[in-house]
């Protein structure tokens, strides 16, 4: 088993480098993927390259979003013969004192991806918090199931060839649908997800991608779409109810 870490970056520089490198104690090689930022950040983040000899970068020409720059991650951390992959957002959310926990448990359950559960405190954006939990409740729709805790935190641990069966085979969404349409359609094709409780903090001066309109509505057509692949496989869901 080999990991690393796998960095989404659109315009994230404030305390970037400094996260960077306090994922050196981990000893594992960093992608980061640069989502076509802008040209000054652009330049920062290729210092960071020439900096920390565990850190590669991969440039986007044109935006793709999040889930477009997980995946480019995701696909270059495999074809480097990495077996898993540690993905975490650059926006300063995640509590990184939870990446050992997450390891750990990765390496007892190496077929599994094993994802953040958020305890909020009161930085949460009152909008963000409720829109999760209509997101939780067709998750259960989609899945005749709860043990999908949380489909919406980008700190999670992939194994790489179990996500590269299904990302090779369906065409994922490359925004904000992403997190949750991956951890969906790996449960409907047997791969569990393991979830780890972990504190999410918005930074008071953090910049937010989520645009309110557009990804709801992008993530509304998302579960249309598996509300709809549920149907089709109501045979297996019936299954694994009875197995669970």
Same mark, same amino acid.
């Given at each position: 088993? =080999?990991? +690393?870490? &796998?960095?989404?970056?659109?315009?994230?520089?404030?305390?970037?480098?400094?996260?960077?490198?306090?994922?050196?104690?981990?000893?594992?090689?960093?992608?980061? &993927? #640069?989502?076509?930022?802008?040209?000054?950040?652009? /330049?920062?983040?290729?210092?960071?390259?020439?900096?920390?000899?565990? /850190?590669?970068?991969?440039?986007?020409?044109? #935006?793709?979003?999040?889930?477009?720059? $997980?995946?480019?991650?995701?696909?270059?951390?495999?074809?480097?013969?990495? =077996?898993?992959?540690?993905?975490?957002?650059?926006?300063?959310?995640?509590?990184?004192?939870?990446?050992?926990?997450?390891?750990?448990?990765?390496?007892?359950?190496?077929?599994?991806?094993? *994802?953040?559960?958020? /305890?909020?405190?009161?930085? $949460?954006?009152?909008?963000?918090?409720?829109?999760?939990?209509?997101?939780?409740?067709? &998750?259960?729709?989609?899945?005749? =199931?709860?043990?999908?805790?949380?489909?919406? +935190?980008?700190?999670?641990?992939?194994?790489?060839?179990?996500?590269?069966?299904?990302?090779? #085979? &369906?065409?994922?969404?490359?925004?904000?649908?992403?997190?949750?349409?991956?951890? /969906?359609?790996?449960?409907?094709?047997?791969?569990?997800?393991?979830?780890?409780?972990?504190?999410?903090?918005?930074?008071?001066?953090?910049? *937010?991608?989520?645009?309110?309109?557009?990804? #709801?509505?992008?993530?509304?057509?998302?579960?249309?779409?598996? $509300?709809?692949?549920?149907?089709?496989?109501?045979?297996?869901?019936?299954?694994?109810?009875?197995?669970?």
């Amino acid at each position: 088993m =080999s990991y +690393c870490f &796998v960095i989404p970056n659109y315009n994230h520089i404030r305390g970037f480098r400094e996260l960077v490198i306090s994922l050196a104690q981990f000893a594992l090689p960093v992608i980061i &993927v #640069n989502d076509a930022s802008d040209e000054a950040v652009r /330049v920062q983040l290729e210092r960071i390259e020439q900096e920390l000899d565990y /850190v590669e970068l991969i440039h986007h020409q044109v #935006n793709q979003g999040k889930g477009g720059a $997980v995946q480019t991650g995701l696909k270059a951390a495999y074809e480097r013969q990495f =077996s898993h992959a540690l993905q975490i957002d650059a926006d300063g959310q995640h509590d990184f004192n939870d990446i050992a926990k997450f390891l750990a448990a990765s390496q007892s359950r190496p077929e599994e991806v094993i *994802s953040g559960a958020p /305890v909020y405190d009161e930085s $949460v954006p009152k909008h963000r918090l409720y829109g999760r939990y209509i997101t939780h409740f067709w &998750v259960f729709i989609e899945t005749w =199931s709860r043990t999908l805790k949380d489909t919406m +935190c980008g700190f999670r641990v992939y194994p790489l060839h179990q996500y590269m069966s299904l990302a090779q #085979n &369906v065409s994922l969404g490359r925004r904000m649908d992403f997190d949750i349409e991956v951890l /969906v359609r790996l449960y409907w094709a047997g791969v569990k997800t393991h979830f780890i409780p972990t504190h999410v903090h918005y930074p008071q001066d953090g910049h *937010s991608h989520f645009r309110g309109f557009e990804d #709801n509505l992008r993530i509304s057509w998302l579960h249309t779409r598996l $509300v709809f692949g549920m149907l089709m496989r109501i045979p297996l869901l019936l299954k694994n109810k009875v197995t669970q």
